[in-house]
Nanobody, 116 residues
Framework: QVHLVESGGGLVQAGGSLRLSCAVS????????MAWYRQAPGKRRDFVAT???????NYADAVKGRFAISRDNGKNTVYLQMNSLEPEDTAVYYC??????????WGPGTLVTVSS
């Protein structure tokens, strides 16, 4: 029922920027929270950023000050603006929607590769 599709990934040089988008098939305002996670090869999937239904945001220490999560409720889309990218940011980035009952829905991911 709930489908998420990420886009905007690609190749970028260190210091560059990318904006990821997450299109959701249902109203994101009905969700308790939206979030971005990432997973590098051979590593666990880690939290990156989240925005609650009320609009509060939170970031992982590794990206705070460089990344910004935002949303457009009318477009049912969540964004992740990534600035000052580093090779360590290379990963598959996943969008997650959490319902009011704690059910999680994930997108298939989009690959971000940062070259040094």
């Amino acid at each position: 029922q709930v489908h998420l599709v990420e886009s905007g990934g690609g190749l970028v040089q260190a210091g560059g920027s990318l904006r990821l988008s997450c299109a959701v098939s249902v109203s994101i305002f009905s969700m308790n929270a939206m979030a971005w996670y990432r997973q590098a090869p051979g590593k666990r999937r880690d939290f990156v950023a989240t925005i609650s239904r009320a609009g509060f945001t939170n970031y992982a220490d590794a990206v705070k000050g460089r990344f910004a999560i935002s949303r457009d409720n009318g477009k049912n889309t969540v964004y992740l603006q990534m600035n000052s990218l580093e090779p360590e940011d290379t990963a598959v980035y996943y969008c997650k929607a959490t319902t009011n009952y704690g059910m999680d829905y994930w997108g298939p991911g989009t690959l971000v590769t940062v070259s040094s």
